[in-house]
């Protein structure tokens, strides 16, 4: 008996004993790593002006916090321990349903993910609503910083599940800023159902404007070096990376079906990045069949802007058209047609711009002439009514009609009302007629 | 006297006591500070490597390439620097980084820097945005300050937006608008009445109107009814979804009222949809207080989505499985459903024939005719061999043969092309031979 009390009395020692030593262990810890926080903090900070004591977590409910001022709502979040921020994460989801809420669960989750994206991600996905979880993470994933990119896609991932449009959104992201990492996740979670593919094009073109050889190697490694879409995306990264090897490359393979694309692609940027090298690539093309296809690739589906709306000089139609028609018509031919569509400049503007074509070309530029875009009939048809020139009006007029979306019926109730002769209504009436027959006939 | 119990008690709890001490303190001295700072220093800032890199941006506020290296500097450091950096260094960080060859690099530094100096001095970063030359940096400055922009200053970004030049550029000034009037929708309302937009239709009431019904259904409806430019199909249609996720008996009742009204039905058939998916007795019940017309085309808008190929953009579970839409379907009223099921039953049997045959197999007779006429009037001739085999099932022999010769007729334009077209359908030559006797003359049925 006497020996089973004493047992019992050092067994209850031990437990006093080890309680207070890890008691001890975790308090010294604490006051450490409050004092290294303290001494992190850089004394050029203002952040160091204000008074810890306003701000300390210890005195604060997570809607105090958040009534903060920015820099002391930073300090007091910045300072508070890992339990803090899960406290107020914790009263923040008990907050009634409202703006106020999404304020404050928006303005908490931007903020800490931003320099503790662990605990971030550890109480996003402990939140029970379904609705609020969202909003964190949707808050979180669009504040993360590079270096939690993975942490976010590992969350969106756990917590929705593959199919996620966050996730998708995440990756999205991530590969423009760092896609070997976005490679290596998909590596390490790999989609049995392979719904990938989509987000393959783009990883594999920021991959290769990174490191070509890396994206030619990750290609190779899962099967994809010959799926056309992904050489196209590989050609476009390796044109970022080494614009001078991708054109020479494009150019050594100009035969090789599966480049038409590239060809393309590369014209393009060439043309933005540099008119004089873009020259000397398509007269590089072994014909003109082959450059005529160049240029449909290049620019056929390039959306165009007026330079006041985009600030962009080399996009606007006029620009381009400068450009395509220092080549010969057998370069361009059909071309001109989109540029003039998509010109939200007024009629005559573009008209001027045909008249003072040189006469060698001007007859097939007018011929590509097109009403602009959403604009009435009678308003895009009266300015080319009024071209002086009689040959290159009527070129305009058949190019005109030819081109329209609508049916010519709606060119002869503008036609009714425009004021001109009847003679020259019915010299017009006639451009129609013809217009329908070859129509009719094709 | 020693041996005594209390003298024992006594003992035990002076040395428990002692123990207590004692193990504290060891406990505490235990702790070594070197590696325990190391540790917490890498919580925080990731290494004193980190803190030579702050150091170097610190001391080098307006060094060429020092704000370069910003992507990989942790927040906690990043802000004491742009804290105590002044205007013109803010700025002159951000001309910097405009400068960096294009590439990864420069966005991860672009991205890095707008998403910190947005919650530091969003001044600064909207006037490092106005000054901005390269206009691919601003767009992506513009994309990652707002995705990190505190709650407090949309006020001031959609001012920005509004005011920046090349406006034509993109669509960020709704995005603006949506998170904006998630947390003060009236204050937006105020906004857009101030700063109206020269576009056929403004997308931002759009967005406004997707969240301030969560909130304050009252006043949203009052300020949309106010004025009839701001009643579109679009503005409806978030009007009435975003109402029914916090009033769903509000929303019908509303949607009811309004059946009829011009721009109204894409309003219905979105409510119907989103009801459809979350909550079947609401859909139920909004059904059946409908005007037919409006009822059958949202019932069509159903069996469309349900088939459809939705690309990008599409929130999880957006589209039900077929068998529970279906289900959903004809527990209504044969009316509501006898033009579109076969819409859906032609997607079902496309994608998994065996699941959707057995779902017309376990209808009800009457139904099951319906159900299959349905698919019949809808299908394709890639679907003819279906056709065959559920349409002669058809128990009404009259409409069977009706039926099936106006899918036949259907394959072409002129009867005689159609005739022909049937030689080359893959099916029997009795069953060619029946399509080409029960073929009406004109594509109507007779």
Sequence with gaps: MATRSRLLAGIALLVVTLTAFFTGRTVEERALAAKARGDMRPSTSPSSAINPGATSYRQLAALDLLKLPFPEFYEALRAAPGEARKKWAGELETMPDGPRRIAAVSAFYKLLVQFDPITASRTISEIKDKRLQYLALECAVDAAPGFAMRTMAELCLSVQGRSSGMLWHVRGEWMFIDAPAVAQFIDDHPDPDGHESLLSRDLIEELASFDPKAAKEWMEKRGESDVPEYRRAFMEGWYENDRAAAVSYVLGHVDDPAMKDSIGDMLRGLYFDSKEEAGKFIEALPDDATRHAAFKAAFENLILGEEEETGEPKSTPRALGDWLTKFPPAYWEGMLTEIFKWSRKPPEAMLAWIEQQPLAIREAVAAEYTPPFQKKTADVLMPVLQVPDPLLRDQLLRAFFKHMDTVPDEARAALATAPISAEQKNHVLQIIAAVETERDQD | ?446
């Design chain 2, 1 to 446: 006297m020693l041996t005594g119990p209390r003298i024992q008690v006594a003992i035990l709890g002076l040395l428990a006591a002692g123990f207590a001490v004692g193990g504290f303190q060891a406990g505490r001295h235990s702790v070594n500070a070197a590696a325990l700072s190391k540790q917490t220093g890498e919580t925080l800032v990731d290494s004193a490597n980190l803190s030579r890199r702050y150091r170097v941006l610190a001391e080098n506020p307006l060094g060429q390439g020092s704000v370069r290296e910003i992507a990989t500097v942790p927040f906690s450091e990043l802000y004491d620097v742009l804290r105590s950096a002044s205007r013109e260094q803010l700025l002159a960080w951000a001309r910097d980084l405009e400068r960096m060859p294009r590439g990864p690099r420069q966005r991860a530094a672009v991205t890095a820097y707008y998403k910190s100096l947005i919650q530091v001095d969003h001044r600064a970063a909207i006037e490092a945005l106005f000054r901005a030359e390269n206009l691919n940096m601003r767009d992506l400055a513009i994309d990652a300050l707002l995705k990190a922009a505190p709650e407090s200053i949309w006020g001031d970004l959609a001012e920005m937006m509004v005011r920046l030049p090349y406006q034509g550029r993109g669509a960020y000034r709704e995005d603006v608008i949506w998170n904006w009037s998630r947390v003060d929708p009236e204050a937006v309302s105020k906004f857009i009445e101030s700063h109206p937009v020269n576009q056929e239709e403004d997308r931002r009431l759009f967005s406004l109107l997707c969240n301030w019904p969560n909130i304050d259904p009252a006043a949203a409806r009052e300020w949309l009814e106010a004025d009839p430019a701001r009643q579109t199909k679009d503005t409806f249609r978030a009007f009435v979804t975003s109402w029914a996720e916090v009033d769903p008996a509000a929303a019908i009742n509303y949607a009811v009222a309004n059946a009829t009204r011009p721009n109204f039905q894409e309003a219905i058939n979105d409510l119907v949809y989103q009801f459809m998916r979350l909550s079947k007795d609401d859909a139920t019940k909004l059904m059946l207080v409908l005007p037919a017309e409006q009822a059958k085309a949202a019932m069509g808008n159903v069996a469309h989505l349900t088939g459809a190929v939705l690309v990008g953009g599409v929130p999880e579970g957006y589209q039900r499985p077929f068998d529970e839409v279906a289900r959903w379907m004809v527990s209504l009223p044969v009316e509501f459903w006898s033009e579109s099921i076969g819409d859906l039953g032609q997607e079902w049997l496309k994608r998994d024939a065996t699941a959707a045959t057995g779902w017309f197999n376990q209808l009800s007779p009457e139904r099951r005719d319906v159900a299959i006429v349905s698919f019949c009037r809808v299908a394709e001739s890639e679907s003819v061999e279906q056709v065959m085999t559920l349409g002669s099932t058809i128990k009404d022999r009259s409409l069977r043969n009706k039926v099936l010769g106006e899918f036949g007729r259907r394959l072409r334009t002129e009867r005689n092309e159609a005739m022909k077209a049937i030689s080359d359908l893959p099916i029997s030559e009795d069953q060619k031979a029946y399509l080409r006797t029960v073929m009406p003359e004109d594509s109507s049925g007779h």
